[in-house]
Nanobody
Framework: QAQLVESGGGLVQPGGSLRLSCAAS????????MTWYRQAPGKERELVAS????????AYADSVKGRFTISRDNTKNTVYLQMNTLKPEDTAVYYC??????????????WGQGTQVTVSS
């Protein structure tokens, strides 16, 4: 059974940093593209950053470019999100997502349970 477990969230002051981790089990991690999403209260879930299965390409939301870095370690089945220069508007529950094609029109998709990030003074 595939499982994604996020960790590393917490309360941080504006301008501070946090590093989120997402540990995967029960799936062939190196076959999955990994994505971090976030959802703030009253808002829709939004894509934050993604990384290819091999880790050779990344993409970011405009709101986090230059501040957040996504990376992965396929030997540890873990994806990371380094968040620097945090702002109050980064406050949200952060979710880890794993996805790989399962055919021409379908995919295997898994979600973690989320970790809360609160940026406040």
């Amino acid at each position: 059974q595939a499982q994604l477990v996020e960790s590393g969230g917490g309360l941080v002051q504006p301008g501070g940093s946090l590093r989120l981790s997402c540990a995967a089990s029960g799936l062939t991690f190196s076959s999955y593209a990994m994505t971090w999403y976030r959802q703030a209260p009253g808002k829709e879930r939004e894509l934050v950053a993604s990384i290819t299965s091999a880790g050779d390409s990344t993409a970011y939301a405009d709101s986090v470019k230059g501040r957040f870095t996504i990376s992965r370690d396929n030997t540890k089945n873990t994806v990371y999100l380094q968040m620097n220069t945090l702002k109050p508007e980064d406050t949200a529950v952060y979710y880890c997502n794993a996805k790989r094609p399962a055919g021409l029109q379908s995919s295997y998709i898994y979600w973690g349970q989320g970790t809360q990030v609160t940026v406040s003074s």
